[in-house]
Each structure stands twice: as C-alpha cells, then as structure tokens.
C-alpha cells in the first residue's frame, strides 16, 4: 500500500521495480503493484524491466487484463513473444 501513496507516477514505478527485483513477488502482489500505476506505459514498463525474473510463472501472462486499452494489451502480448529483454 505504500507505493500506491507515493507521489509521482515515476516513484511508484521505481519502487514498484525494486520491490519485484529484490524479493520474490506472486500474482497478487503482482496485480497490486501495477493497480497503483496510473498509466498504461508505466505498467508496460514495469512488466518488461522484471520480466526475465517472472516470465516463467504461469500467471506472469495473464497480467494483460491489468491493462486499459488493447493496444497496451497487444504491445504486452509482442514484449512476451519477444526473445530479447
């Protein structure tokens, strides 16, 4: 809850990435932190930047439905096709 308190958008997404980086995190926690995102790009971001620690879970593709709009679904979608980080 406290990143969700953070000021900036920018904060929340860095703390967000550590957090996720630092400790192992499931899906809930997973769907809390990018429910305190504002913004469909930070989402993106965070999920691109942590996804070769995640990507292995089975629920990590499921997170597309976190997303507002479909095209953030879809570059979601191409990120996890994607052989490169």
Not at 34 to 48: K, P
Not at 56 to 76: H, R
Request: overall charge negative; glycine content about 4%; aromatic content about 12%.
């Amino acid at each position: 809850n406290g990143i969700c308190d953070l000021e900036t958008e920018f904060e929340r997404l860095r703390q967000s990435r550590e957090l996720a980086l630092l400790q192992p995190l499931g899906e809930t926690d997973f769907r809390k932190l990018l429910s305190c995102m504002q913004f469909d790009n930070s989402r993106l971001l965070f999920l691109h930047d942590v996804r070769m620690e995640y990507q292995a879970e089975s629920w990590f593709k499921e997170l597309g439905d976190t997303f507002d709009f479909n095209l953030s679904k879809q570059q979601f979608i191409k990120m996890l096709e994607s052989p490169s980080p």
